[in-house]
């Protein structure tokens, strides 16, 4: 199993506890470091890497999952093509991520800020400009997949 943009290993760790051999994958050394001393198991591997082009060969994994990362990323029809093509035929691609209705007030805030002070920020907040709407259409065009479930969860705690 796959784990993009793996973060701070908490999917990594339910998998592998649950019996998956994982390698978890994310750009920030940070992150990873975190997972290696809290999330560490036999059955994990934590890689440096860039989810956007990926070292495997194609269909080398079983599944491909990635949690609270693709709603952020510029090139999100890049990393879900990825994720396609290194899973088998047959595999699961899978994804969650928050669904702000109407905007998230304190990261609007923080990200329209720093739009003023930096163009690299200004892209990603224009870049990222109202793609809720047609988030799904978009993965299913970009990443070859040739089919797509979505289902919505609540927090029931």
């Known amino acids: 199993m796959l784990d ?3 973060g701070t290993g908490v999917l990594s760790k339910v998998l592998a506890e649950a019996g998956a051999s ?3 994958v994310d750009a ?3 992150y990873l470091a975190g997972a290696r001393s809290h999330r560490g198991h036999p ?3 934590y890689e440096d890497g860039d989810i956007r082009r990926m070292r495997f060969t194609d269909n080398s ?3 491909a999952v990635s949690t609270l ?3 952020v990323l510029p090139e999100i029809e890049q990393v879900v ?3 396609n093509r290194v899973t088998r035929p047959g595999g699961v691609v899978a994804s969650a991520v928050h669904q702000f209705l109407g905007g998230m007030t304190a990261f609007d805030l923080v990200i329209n800020t720093a739009a003023v002070f930096d163009a ?3 892209e990603v907040r224009d870049a990222r400009a109202g793609r809720h709407a047609g988030f799904n259409g978009c993965l299913i065009c970009a990443s070859g997949m040739s089919s797509m479930a979505e289902r919505e969860t609540q927090n029931l705690g």
């Open 4 to 6: 993009v943009a793996c």
């Open 61 to 63: 994994f079983d599944g």
């Open 81 to 83: 093509s990825e994720m």
């Open 120 to 122: 690299s920020i200004r």
């Open 43 to 45: 059955n994990i591997t």
């Open 22 to 24: 994982v390698i978890g």
């Open 28 to 30: 920030s050394a940070g």
């Open 69 to 71: 990362a693709l709603d």
